[in-house]
């Protein structure tokens, strides 16, 4: 499985950008697929996930509202769209997905549940 992320860049607070998450391997369906990002000094965080089969959208509490993920099974590619975006939401952006099976949504939210990440696309906002 391999995750190609893109849609990262520089962009004033209050602006939106669109990420994209192409994967090309197995079945996309059936995978969870997730955002995280990695702010400069901080730990790697969850932003976002998609469960697999129509499972749900779940979102971190300091983007709910501002950004939305979606999938399209038919292109094997998952978005997060983000609007209203601040300076702090700057960091290293990557998708991520996991082939295993069902797991609780509190795992699904941390980094070890994982066993692909794509290449991480930067995004900055400035004030």
């Not at 499985?1 to 950008?17: H, I, T």
């Not at 399209?72 to 975006?85: E, G, H, I, R, W």
């Not at 952006?93 to 797991?103: E, H, L």
């Amino acid at each position: 499985v391999q995750l190609q992320a893109s849609g990262g860049g520089m962009v004033l607070a209050g602006g939106s950008l669109r990420l994209s998450c192409a994967v090309s391997g197995g079945t996309f369906s059936s995978y969870d697929m997730a955002w995280f990002r990695h702010a400069p000094g901080q730990e790697r965080e969850f932003v976002s996930l998609s469960r697999r089969d129509f499972g749900g959208t779940y979102y971190a509490d300091s983007v709910k509202g501002r950004f939305t993920i979606s999938r399209d099974n038919a292109k094997n590619t998952v978005y997060l769209q983000m609007n209203s975006l601040k300076p702090a939401d700057t960091a290293v952006y990557y998708c991520a997905t996991r082939t295993g099976g069902r797991t609780i949504l509190s795992e699904l939210k941390q980094n070890r549940a994982y066993d692909y990440w794509g290449q991480g696309t930067q995004v900055t906002v400035s004030s």
